[in-house]
């Protein structure tokens, strides 16, 4: 499972998770993390004591355990970011598209999960791999246009 980083949407997470509102700040944003359930909603925290977390992905960055009874049971926040949806791959497809060098594959920083810039983000991870990827962080979104 994983989720898209740079596709925040339009809704507050107040209106659309008022459970999770306390755990965002006030003008966060639902991100769009995937076209698999769309309506479930899966949250990235960076734990202050990443024990707490229910799975980590890099360092003190994590998701939220599935069931919370009390949100001062997840200890402190230092940043969270709540997602609509999740990517996802049937058994053996992901490694199968990795195989096809389907991926641009690129070591996660908890600042990409956290980033203030969705729209470069994408931009920064190529320039950050060098090589051939970074001239890829040059291209128009719309190669049509160039």
């Known amino acids: 499972m994983g989720v898209v980083l740079n596709h925040p949407s339009d809704v507050l997470v107040s209106d659309a998770a008022p459970p999770l509102a306390e755990l965002a700040a006030a003008d966060d944003v ?6 698999v359930e769309q309506h479930a909603i899966v949250v990235l925290a960076d ?13 003190s960055v994590g998701f939220l355990p599935g069931e919370i009874e009390d949100p001062a049971e997840l200890g402190e926040l230092r940043a969270c970011r709540v997602f609509a949806g999740y990517a996802g791959w049937a058994p053996g497809q992901l490694e199968a598209e990795l195989e096809e060098s389907a991926w641009i594959v690129a070591t996660v920083r908890p600042g990409d999960v956290f980033c203030d810039d969705p729209d470069g983000l994408w931009s920064a991870v190529l320039r950050r791999r060098g090589g051939r990827d970074a001239m890829l962080a040059v291209f128009p979104a719309d190669p049509r246009v160039n």
Do not use: E, I, N, Q
């Open 30 to 35: 639902v991100y769009v993390g995937g076209p």
């Open 47 to 59: 734990f202050a004591d990443p024990g707490r977390a229910g799975v980590l992905v890099t360092g």
